[in-house]
């Protein structure tokens, strides 16, 4: 017997791979495809690997001073120069890269997590709840969301950590309406009607048919969110309300170069390419992913 | 007509109530006390009981909102806690700076927007289209402090035209509103250029071309009128969006405007100016999207007004 079953696995394997559960597969060789998605996710991989392994790259410690250095310009010793305190400009962006990430897992982690939750329910339950908690949705968005989240900001006084969280906040009603708006579309959809016709359970609906097809519409809006988070967080640090010093965060160092803009240049010049680059990658990526997913371009 | 406009309006006022009562509870969301953190480590119990009594804090939440609506609906927004000066007028003393900035800023976003949408619509799928593209894609990327601290170095510092000073008159208004206008037009010039690829497949477009008209002609007489529909929704948008944009960029500008009142009310903790510019803010937001859908329904009478309401 336990020859045989050796013998089917792998057989059995394939099977498993090529029934049309399996979405994974696809999603992904259709990213892989397409070219500008390949290239902006490599360039967004190579940043955060940079990130991750930044006490190995980085030539200085990105908070230690060097008093003998302060705002020396480009050299060989500090290769993107040094700042007032003569802390080394490119440590302190590499090191940058791990608090845009934490930005961009916690901001968009709360869009996400309640915007999807809200936008499901809405759409799934209808009626009076969707009523009321869109029209609370409707009262936020009604507020410029940089206005939102400084009101937020407000509240629990200014920090990195309440920055990425009023940012995170002051998204969910956008997030919740693009969501509910995905997921009235498939509800309305044939397929759904015919499961609960037949008395599929509501869990199972939600589970095997609702969130596989939302799913990649709310890939797109997060992507895209991603890169507005990023920016709404440095712009917040940049007039003081987010990170704090020391922490080497690309807005609030922005903030910090530009009282030298006479003698020092590179201070306000590369956090902001740092900045750029990466949002453009992500707006870029999420771009090439609306037109991959986006069944009207199909 | 009438009925849309009637209902729009209503469904405004809703939002607006709701907009009050965010801006209300703004002082209550505060973790711990929200005197002792307004008056700081120093404050004595004396000083806390009278601030605490005066904000009407020690009453019950309902009562308290009571009197708040009520004041707000007289024109009364409290007094600022620390320039002593009544809300309404602090906020009214900054508001015509931002609308002037933004005014300004929306003047430059339709002329980049319209001008590199149609480049890059005519030159569709060439080296100009896709530069133009890839701008629009940039300012969407780009942080506009950072664009702001650029052009400044360029045009204060190297080139000294536009001196950095303290002042709103025209001069000190051309990089900041250039700033904005740049942040605001990639949308429109998307746009621009999807409609414009359109309308060059039209027929009328191709008859016009046979009769031997100016190339120029007929973008400008033929075929931008035709895509500017959409498009003047967008700017509509754009304007209430730009009230959002200019609170970062009047900081960088140290421009006299709400941002910065905003910004100032956070950082020394004036609760009551705070709450006044969140309604403020949210008061002319509502308004001027009011505005919008309504021209919107006036300008193209092919718009089911019915419809627009259910979305």
Redesign the interface.
């Known amino acids: 017997m336990v020859k045989y079953g050796k013998v089917y696995r792998p057989i059995q394997a394939r099977t498993i791979h090529k029934s049309p559960v399996n979405v994974g597969t696809s999603v992904f060789s259709k990213i892989y495809q397409n070219k500008r998605a390949r290239y902006s996710l490599f360039l967004i991989l190579f940043i955060i690997l940079i990130g991750i392994f930044a006490p190995f790259i980085a030539p200085h410690d990105p908070i230690e001073p060097h008093y003998d250095a302060l705002l020396s310009g480009p050299s060989k010793e500090y290769i993107l120069g040094t700042d007032a305190l003569g802390r080394d400009l490119l440590s302190r962006l590499i090191y940058g890269i791990q608090v845009t990430i934490k930005v961009a897992s916690i901001a968009v982690g709360i869009t996400f997590i309640a915007g999807t939750f809200i936008g499901l329910i809405c759409a799934y339950v209808g009626g009076v709840v969707d009523n009321i908690l869109m029209r609370i949705m409707d009262v936020l968005l009604a507020l410029p969301s940089i206005v939102l989240a400084l009101a937020i900001v407000a509240i629990l006084g200014p920090s990195l950590n309440n920055a990425m969280i009023a940012i995170g906040i002051a998204s969910i009603p956008g997030f919740a309406r693009l969501t509910r708006g995905a997921a009235l579309s498939v509800k309305s959809s044939g397929y759904v009607e015919a499961s609960r016709s037949i008395g599929s359970s509501h869990a199972w609906i939600l589970r095997r048919q609702f969130l596989p097809n939302v799913a990649s519409t709310v890939l797109v809006y997060t992507t895209i969110f991603i890169g507005g988070a990023i920016l709404d967080t440095a712009a917040l640090s940049f007039i003081g309300l987010g990170a704090q010093p020391p922490t080497p965060e690309w807005g609030s160092m922005l903030n910090e170069g530009r009282n030298y803009i006479y003698q020092a240049w590179w201070l306000a010049i590369f956090p902001g390419i740092a900045i750029t680059v990466v949002v453009f990658a992500v707006n870029y990526l999420g771009d090439a992913l609306r037109d991959i997913f986006d069944p009207a371009n199909n | 007509m009438g009925q849309f406009i009637v209902g729009r309006i209503l469904s405004g006022i ?3 109530f ?2 009050s ?3 209300f509870l ?1 002082i209550h ?3 711990g006390d929200p005197v002792r ?1 307004m008056l700081g480590q120093n404050a004595t119990p004396d000083q806390i009981e009278r601030l605490t009594v005066y904000l009407g804090l020690d009453q019950p939440l309902l009562v308290q909102y009571g009197h708040y609506i009520s004041n707000v609906l007289q024109g009364d927004l409290g007094t600022s806690l620390k320039t002593g000066q009544p809300v309404l007028t602090e906020i009214l003393d900054r508001f015509p700076q931002t609308v002037k900035l933004a005014a300004a800023g929306i003047s430059f976003a339709i002329v980049i927007g319209f001008t590199v949408g149609t480049l890059a619509a005519k030159f569709k799928d060439t080296f100009i289209d896709r530069m133009a593209m890839g701008f629009a ?2 300012g ?7 664009l702001a ?2 052009l ?2 360029v045009f204060s ?1 190297k080139l000294g035209w536009f001196p950095i000073a303290e002042g709103t008159g025209l001069r000190d208004l051309v990089l900041p509103s250039i700033t904005l206008g740049v942040l605001a037009s990639t949308i429109i010039s998307r746009l621009t250029r999807n409609g414009m690829v359109e309308v060059l497949s039209k027929d009328y477009i191709r008859t016009a071309r046979a009769k031997g008209l100016d190339e120029r002609v007929i973008i400008v007489r033929h075929a931008l009128r035709n895509v500017l529909l959409p498009i003047v929704t967008v700017i509509g948008l754009q304007i ?2 730009l ?3 200019t ?2 960029l009047e ?2 500008f140290n421009w006299p405007g709400l941002g910065t009142l ?2 100032g ?3 020394s ?1 004036d ?1 009551p100016l ?1 709450q006044g510019t ?1 309604l403020f ?2 008061i002319v ?2 308004s001027i ?1 009011i505005l919008v859908d309504i021209s919107y329904g006036m300008i193209d009478p092919r718009v089911d007004l019915s419809m627009k309401e259910e979305s």
């Open positions: 809703v939002v607006i709701g907009i009562i965010l801006s703004l969301f505060i973790p953190i894609m940039l969407v990327s780009i942080p506009g402090f950072w601290i650029l400044i170095m510092v209430a969006g009230l959002g944009g609170v970062i900081q960088v905003a910004i009310a956070i950082s903790r609760f705070i969140v803010m949210g937001y509502v999207n």
